[in-house]
Each structure stands twice: as C-alpha cells, then as structure tokens.
C-alpha cells in the first residue's frame, strides 16, 4: 500500500532563512506528489504538484525517485509562510485520491 | 476553481446518534471525496462518492457505518452512523476539478465532537 512520511510535526525557522520540509513516500506505481498548505482559519488548499514543475510563493519541489523523496524548499522564509504544510500522493483506482503524509507545521519567526 | 461549502460546520453529538454532512458545490464535477482527518492525524481518504451509484469504500470504512448519497452532480451527504467518542473528527469533502488539470479543492471541513 501507498504511504507518506513526513518526519518532523514542526519546523521553526528565522525569517529569511532556507526552509526544507522533508517528504517520503512508498509506492509500487508511478507517483504523482503534491503538496497541500493550509494557513490558520483557512482552508486546504493546493500549494504546488510535481508534474509542473513550478514555483509557486517561492517554494518548489523536485521529485527524486530514486530517493523516494518529494522535499518542498523555499531559499528564504517569509512571515507568511507560517502554515500547515502537508504532502499527498496520487494513487490510481479511480480520479486522483490522495494519500496525505501528517503534516508538518511551519513557523517562521520574526 | 470549484468553491465548496460544508452544512453544519461543526456539532456537538450523544454517542449512538446519528449525523449527516452536507457537501455542494457551485458546479458540476464527476469525483467528489469524503476524507476524516482525526486530531492529530493527517488525513484518511474514507470513500468516493459516485453519482448515480455506490460510493467506493476505502479500506477500513463501511458503507453501514459511513452511508454516502451523491443525488446529483453538485451535493453529496455523508452520514456518520451510531456515533461513538471515537468518531470525534474533522470530515472534509473535496472535488477534483478536471477542467483545472484535476487539482483537488477542499471544503472547509465539519468538526464533530462525540459525547
């Protein structure tokens, strides 16, 4: 079965400093990964996935299949990047159901 | 992008009650997906819900416990069935917009707490 891991439940950082969240996944198909960001009283919402390729607010993500890993990064943190930050794999069976790793919270400090 | 609203947004209940979420959407969209997001977990896919047909259980979640209606193309219901404290979730429907290169959207999500 399909399965996320993201290892750490919160990341505190200084404004302008590099932010990494750490993302690992498990699947016996070919992966499509996204992340997903919620900011404080809003709701999930869809940061960025791998088959674009962009940049979204700043951050991106690469995948790297011989690592299993989908790392979101972003050079230089800003205030308003404080959020909850989850990342989900697409798995096949029928539209893009989505298994969801458990989320890291992002705090960026002034 | 499909905006999603969610009736009620949260609820106090008795164990072995019953309660029904409400799911619209301001368009059509063929997948519509009922998640559990239990506190301090991540989110748990529990079941498609198909139009004009059975939803599509995941594994660990039944049709008796977690009964789904999906009447037409904009609305789905989900019911959480004899409620217990367990039960005690956020329960979030989402559609995938196909016409956006199938992101998914989110509705706000209905907080249960079970007594």
């Known amino acids: 079965a399909q399965r996320v891991t993201q290892p750490e439940k919160l990341l505190s950082v200084f404004k302008g400093a590099p932010v990494e969240l750490k993302c690992n996944y498990s699947y016996s198909g070919s992966p499509e990964l996204f992340w997903y960001v919620q900011y404080s009283r809003q709701r999930l919402q869809l940061l960025l996935r791998?088959?674009s390729r962009e940049s979204i607010k700043g951050f991106t993500a690469d995948l790297n299949k011989g690592e299993t890993s989908f790392h979101l990064k972003k050079p230089f943190a800003q205030e308003e990047d404080s959020a909850m930050y989850y990342c989900?794999?697409?798995?096949?069976?029928?539209?893009?159901?989505?298994?969801f790793g458990t989320g890291t919270q992002l705090k960026v400090e002034l | 992008s499909a905006v999603i609203s969610q009736k009620p947004s949260r609820d106090i209940c008795q164990r072995g009650t019953s309660l029904t979420i409400q799911c619209q959407v301001d368009s059509q969209v063929t997948m519509m997906f009922w998640y559990r997001q239990q506190p301090g977990q991540s989110l748990t896919l529990i079941a498609t819900?198909?139009?004009?047909?059975?939803?599509?259980?995941e594994s660990g979640f039944v049709i008796d416990k977690f009964p789904i209606s999906r009447p037409n193309l904009t609305f789905s219901t989900l019911t959480v069935s004899n409620m217990s404290p367990e039960d005690s979730s956020i329960y979030l429907c989402?559609?995938?917009?196909?016409?956006?290169?199938?992101?998914?959207?989110f509705g706000p999500g209905t907080r249960l707490t079970v007594l």
């Open positions: 989900a794999l697409a798995f096949t069976g029928g539209g893009n159901k989505l298994t």
């Open positions: 819900a198909n139009q004009g047909s059975e939803a599509t259980y």
């Open positions: 989402s559609v995938e917009d196909q016409t956006g290169g199938d992101e998914q959207f």
């Open positions: 791998h088959i």
